[in-house]
């Protein structure tokens, strides 16, 4: 199993301003992801965290919005950027061990003022 | 395309009925399945999990489900739900990465 620390819980924030989520794994995992779950909604996959390298972004998701970062296999961030009040979410962590069920952080839940 | 698709966006029961969530998947090769919950204002919590082997998979809570390749499905089961039961629930789909369906709100009645 993997237990996932992420921060903050929740902010308020301005717009036109950024805000950068840590996420912490206890444990090396290959596969980090990142995702936004809007109010009412399912969770929609932003980006695969790599390691070392670019993220991978999914389509209507990009880099300049969303910089993610990967120094190495317990830790990631991301960033929204310029935010807008539409960018409201709950902002999740995951990690995905190989053969096993993801974990998740409790989330980031942002409100853009 | 993966893509995992969950046809009742919400279901009403009453408490003490049986429960039967639809999953639906698209993906080429074995996949990976899970259902997890979601209570109000809750994180993410994992019911249970396909991977191989026996069809009937048993959960947490009194949950179970049935994976059926030849219908591409994944549906979850209990057969008599609790008030606490009500929250919202996915269906996901492991392939290099999870793709989660768009959920189903569970709604009991007492």
């Known amino acids: 199993s993997a237990v996932i620390s992420q921060k903050p819980s929740r902010d308020i924030c301005q717009r036109g301003t950024s805000l950068t989520i840590q996420c912490q794994v206890d444990?090396?995992?290959?596969?980090m992801f990142w995702y936004r779950q809007q109010p009412g909604q399912s969770l929609t996959l932003i980006a695969t965290a790599n390691q070392g390298s670019e993220a991978t972004y999914e389509s209507g998701f990009v880099i300049d919005k969303f910089p993610i970062s990967r120094p190495n296999l317990t830790f990631s961030t991301l960033t929204v950027s310029n935010m807008s009040p539409e960018d409201s979410s709950i902002y999740l962590c995951?990690?995905?061990?190989?053969?096993?069920?993801?974990?998740f952080g409790q989330g980031t839940r942002l409100t853009v003022v | 395309a993966q893509s995992v698709t969950q046809p009742d966006i919400h279901i009403t029961v009453s408490e003490g009925a049986s429960l039967e969530l639809r999953c639906n998947y698209s993906y080429g090769a074995t996949p990976y399945l899970f259902w997890y919950v979601q209570s109000p204002g809750q994180g993410l919590q994992l019911l249970l999990k396909y991977f191989s082997g026996d069809t009937l998979v048993q959960g947490i809570k009194g949950f179970e489900a049935e994976f059926k390749r030849s219908q591409s499905s994944f549906n979850l089961r209990k057969p008599s739900v609790h008030w606490s039961d009500a929250a919202e629930y996915f269906c996901a789909l492991n392939t290099d990465k999870l793709i989660f369906g768009t959920g189903t709100r569970l709604q009991v009645f007492p």
């Open positions: 995951s990690a995905l061990p190989q053969h096993t069920e993801a974990f």
């Open positions: 444990s090396q995992v290959t596969m």
